[in-house]
């Protein structure tokens, strides 16, 4: 039996996981006050402050820190990497540390994992951080010189279904073609070739469909004539496209409940947004049907918004034709973390490098 304690550090909690096995033994979110947190001058101060905090709880719980047999924390902004499980060497914690790609409280969960690994003697490990990278060459070009479409996605929950469904269907992740779809405050659109991700939508700040929170892709020449209309700072534009767009900009909203309640009782407006979503979606899964040539084994949804079954029925209708929908709905990611390590820890893969 492995016995995992999972780290998921957020901007004011830190959710821990412990397993055994795949089985959760203990879900927990140890929440901070903003007052709290706003005493650190950055994300890495507040590493002795929430490792205390863990190991405060698991003390008033009478777990021992002994009793583990690996840790594993969410992995952060670390440089791109391609997708699996990455021990925390001295550089990966160098670079999370650093924030070599931004600041977020989840590079903490390296860095935490690490130091409470390291004082019982056992391994850690991070899993398919945000910054998973495995485009394929065609698919970085934009159409500018200088500017490269980025890979930024749900990568943890996309690779974590990918892999259930596989194993589900008695197949190696390695050998299917897929197209996995993450419903959620953003949406991720991905072609999961023979265990990569070769082309993705980004998720944060500019491509594909809207979400209840960001614009998607935009069209350009209205965008650049609001970036130069005068009316608004950059960091205004940026707000729009993400955190204010999609659900947000028509409606005020960024809850798809309230959005179905609304078109449900006659909202014209939230029938119509809603309504452009499933289609600007569809359009996204044809798009990477395209990048897989038509050979698709499954295509496979999930994330928050999957559990409205109104919603992924309509998907469905617009797409089955392409292959077979399965709808996982939510994201587990403390499983996702703790199924990392456990495939490395029985032997099923190999522990990589930063």
Known sequence: MIKSLII????TSTKLGIFEDENLIVDETLRHTTEEIAQFDSIVAQKDFRKNI????LKDQNIDVKSFNVIVGRGGMLKPIAGGTYATTDALIKDLEAGVS??????????????????????????DPVVVDE???????????????????????QKAVARRFAKESGKKYEDLNLIVVHLGGGVSVGS??????????NALDGDGAFSPERAGGLPTGGLIKLCFSGKYSEKEVYKMAVGNGGFNSYLGTNDAREVVKMADEGNAKAKLVLDAFIFQLSKNIGAQAAVLKGKVDQIIVTGGIAYNEMITNRIKEHVEFIAPVTVY?????????????????????E???Y
């Open 8 to 11: 998921n550090p957020g901007s």
């Open 54 to 57: 863990i190991l405060n709880f």
């Open 102 to 127: 931004g600041q977020h409280a989840s590079n903490l969960g390296g860095i935490l994992a690490r130091d409470i690994a390291d004082e019982i003697g056992v391994p850690s490990y991070i899993v």
């Open 135 to 157: 485009l394929c060459d065609e698919a970085r070009l934009s159409g500018v010189d200088g500017i490269e479409r980025v890979s930024v996605f749900h990568a943890l929950n």
């Open 192 to 201: 999961h070739k023979n265990g990569r991700v070769i082309d993705v939508f």
């Open 329 to 349: 709905p939510g994201e587990d990611e403390l499983l996702a973390l703790a199924q990392g390590a456990i495939r490395v820890m029985n032997g099923e893969e």
């Open 351 to 353: 522990a990589k490098n």
